[in-house]
């Protein structure tokens, strides 16, 4: 079974990675992929068997539904064999008409490329569709939108603050100051203008104090340093992903 996971950025990029291959034991061949199309880079191929799972980072949330067009349409010329099995889309709940957009949007890319759904797209859960591929021949194709976090407007990172939160009551109270002090630092908002950038600023402002000696390193060198796998809310968010391989 051959899958891919579209995401935004390097956090969701990064954590992905690490999340597949601690709590799903997928194996990563070390070796990147070339970019498919121009919205999906950088791209990681893990594999778990016979199965293959590429992670696509698409360059921001504007990125993400062109970089499913460019999936459908690779699976409508593809030969039998080389198509995607399995989609999933995993992106921020920036704003509260987030998920509506991208439902109508990926229903249009699916009408668009012919590919049937069996029912309407909806957040969290594997919708089947049908599709006609290169040869002429229909093939089974499974999509999975998870808008995240499921219960408020937010961002990967307001989604790993609050799992944190739930699980660390000493560390709760420090994100809760975190969130304090940036609401406050910035009072006539010339850098923090949006509430991505605001998003950001808490997460980092956090993490600058559980890993203070590592402050200069990287984002992506601090994530991998969490044991996310512990979190149970995040085992339970991405329980779905479980799906993307049959070993």
């Known amino acids: 079974m051959k899958s891919i996971i579209l995401c935004e950025g390097s956090t969701d990029f990064v954590l992905l990675q690490y ?12 070796t990147g992929e070339s970019p498919k199309g121009k919205r999906i880079k950088p791209i990681r191929t893990l594999s778990k068997g016979m199965d293959q799972l590429s992670i696509g980072g698409c360059g921001g949330s504007s990125g993400i539904l062109p970089g499913l067009d460019y999936i459908m349409e690779f699976n409508s010329l593809a030969a039998e064999g080389e ?4 989609v999933v ?21 699916l009408q668009d490329k012919q590919v049937i759904p069996s029912e309407d797209i909806c957040n969290n859960k594997w919708i089947q569709c049908s599709y006609k591929n290169g040869h002429g021949k229909e093939r089974i194709l499974h999509i999975l939108l998870l808008v995240i976090p499921f219960e408020t407007t937010g961002a ?10 739930q699980e660390e ?7 809760q100051k975190s969130k304090e002090f940036v609401s406050n630092a910035d009072e006539e908002k010339r850098y923090l203008t949006k509430r991505r950038y605001i998003t950001k600023a808490e997460f980092d402002v956090y993490f600058s104090i559980r890993t203070s000696a590592e402050q200069f390193l990287e984002r992506q060198h601090i ?12 085992q339970n968010d991405f329980k779905k992903v479980e799906k993307l391989s049959n070993q």
């Open 19 to 30: 999340f597949m291959r601690k709590v799903y034991k997928w194996q990563d061949g070390k």
């Open 83 to 86: 198509e995607y099995d399995k």
């Open 89 to 109: 889309i995993i992106t921020d709940r920036d704003e509260e008409a987030t998920e509506s957009e991208y439902i109508a949007g990926i229903e249009k890319i």
């Open 156 to 165: 990967m990172e307001t989604f790993l603050l609050n799992c944190i939160s």
């Open 169 to 175: 009551e000493y560390d709760a109270k420090i994100i």
């Open 223 to 234: 994530l991998k340093n969490i044991e996310w796998e512990n979190y149970l809310k995040i």
